[in-house]
C-alpha cells in the first residue's frame, strides 16, 4: 500500500510525487493519458505567467524562481542517469510588449522582486519582428515541456514510485484518506490522496461535495522548424507569442476556446495560428508550420489555483485550477502541498490558495461556469 496516491500524471501530480518521495513518502500516481492527455504536455513551456506584473502576489510567489526550480531538478535527474537533460531549457529571455503605464508596472514589478529588467525595442530583439516597444526579461527563459514530462516520469521510477494506468470514476474521503476507484472496478486506498487531475478535477470534487470555479479551456498551438538563433528569446505580445527552442523550431500560440474540453486541432484553429504568425513574424508566412496540436487547460476564474485539503475531507488533497501557469507555478505548488501534507513549516501562507476560501455558498453554485 502506498503512503499517497496522486491522482494525474501532468506535470502538477509529477511534481508532487517528487517532493513527497524526498519526504520519505511511498507514492502511486494512477493516470490516464490516453483519455485525459496532460495540459503540460500541450503547453508552450514559458517559465513565466504572461503579464506576470498583472497577477496577484500569491501567484508570483509560485512562479519567481521556476527557472532556477527546474534548472535544480534537471540537474538532479542527469546527476541520477537520465537522458536527454542538456536540452530542456532555454534561457534566452522573455521579450514583452508593453508600454506607457503598463510598463510602468512591469518595471516596478521587477524591482520589487529583483528580477532584472530593461526596454528593448522588438526589432532590436529581434531584427524581423513586426512588434513595438517592450521589455526584456534576460534571467527568464522556456522549458521544452514534452521532454520534461518524460525526463521526470523517468526519474521517479527509479525513484520507487509506482504508475497505475485506469480512467478514475471517483475518489471517496475514508475516515483518514480516501479510496480511489476506476472504471475497471479496480480501487486503491491510501491515508492520503492528491487530485491533480487537470481539467477532469472538477468531477472528481464534485463527488465529494465541492464545487469551484473551474472550467476547460481548449489552446491550439503550431510549431515551425526554422534555423537556430532566428528567435532570440520568448516574444510575447497581447495577440500572441513565439517560442524558440534550442534546434531552431518556434512554437506560435495560441487559442483560447472556454469550455472546450476536446483534444483535437480544428481547421479553424490553424488558420488563426497562421495568420498570427505572420503577424508575429512576416517570414513565417511563406512558410508551413510541420505541427499543430491541441491541448485543454484546467481554467480558473481566479489568478491563483487552490492548493490544499479538500474541505470536508481527513487526508484528501487538491492541486488544481493551474491554468495557464501549470508549468510555471509546478514546482512551488508541489513543494507547498508537499508540506501540507506532511505537516512541515510552509515556505508561504496557504491561507490564499486554500479551497475553503472559497465560501460554501459558492462552492455549490454553478454561476461559476456561467460568467
Known amino acids: 500500500m502506498s503512503d499517497v496516491l496522486v491522482v494525474g500524471g501532468g506535470i502538477i501530480g509529477l511534481f508532487c510525487a517528487l517532493e513527497l518521495t524526498k519526504r520519505g513518502r511511498k507514492v502511486t500516481i494512477i493516470d490516464a493519458p490516453d483519455k485525459y492527455p496532460p495540459a503540460s504536455w500541450a503547453g508552450g513551456g514559458i517559465l513565466s505567467p504572461l503579464y506576470a506584473w498583472r497577477y496577484c502576489d500569491a501567484m508570483t510567489l509560485l512562479s519567481v524562481n521556476a527557472f532556477s526550480r527546474y534548472q535544480k531538478v534537471l540537474e538532479e535527474c542527469d546527476s541520477a542517469g537520465i537522458p536527454g537533460c542538456g536540452s530542456l531549457l532555454h534561457g534566452g529571455g522573455l521579450w514583452v510588449e508593453t508600454a506607457e503605464e503598463d510598463a510602468a508596472l512591469a518595471f516596478e514589478w521587477a524591482q520589487r522582486w529583483h528580477i532584472p529588467v530593461q526596454a528593448v525595442l522588438a526589432h532590436e530583439q529581434m531584427e524581423e519582428s513586426a512588434a513595438g516597444g517592450g521589455l526584456l526579461f534576460p534571467s527568464l527563459g522556456n522549458i521544452r515541456n514534452p521532454g520534461v514530462l518524460r525526463v521526470l516520469r523517468a526519474y521517479l521510477l527509479r525513484l520507487g514510485v509506482r504508475f497505475e494506468s485506469a480512467i478514475i470514476r471517483h475518489v471517496r474521503p475514508l475516515n483518514l484518506g480516501g479510496e480511489v476507484g476506476a472504471a475497471d472496478g479496480r480501487r486503491w486506498h491510501s491515508d492520503a490522496v492528491v487530485i491533480s487531475a487537470g481539467h477532469a478535477a472538477p468531477g472528481l470534487l464534485l463527488s465529494m461535495g465541492v464545487t469551484l470555479p473551474l472550467f476547460p479551456a481548449k489552446g ?54 497562421e495568420r498570427l504568425a505572420a503577424r508575429l513574424w512576416p517570414e513565417l508566412a511563406s512558410c508551413s508550420p510541420a505541427f499543430h496540436w491541441a491541448g485543454v487547460r484546467p481554467g480558473c476564474e481566479r489568478d491563483i489555483p487552490f492548493i490544499g485539503s479538500v474541505p470536508g475531507t481527513n487526508g484528501v488533497f487538491a492541486a488544481v485550477g493551474h491554468y495557464r501557469n501549470g508549468l510555471v507555478a509546478a514546482p512551488a505548488s508541489a513543494e507547498l502541498l508537499a508540506q501540507l501534507i506532511t505537516g512541515e513549516q510552509t515556505f508561504v501562507d496557504p491561507e490564499p490558495y486554500s479551497l475553503s476560501s472559497v465560501s460554501p455558498s459558492s462552492r455549490s453554485s454553478s454561476s461559476f461556469f456561467n460568467r
Open 220 to 273: 491550439e498551438m503550431l510549431l515551425y522548424h526554422m534555423q537556430p538563433g532566428q528567435v532570440p528569446a520568448v516574444m510575447l505580445t497581447e495577440r500572441g507569442y513565439l517560442i524558440p527552442r534550442h534546434d531552431g523550431s518556434v512554437l506560435v500560440g495560441s487559442t483560447l476556446r472556454r469550455g472546450d474540453n476536446t483534444t483535437y486541432p480544428t481547421v479553424a484553429g490553424r488558420y488563426q495560428l
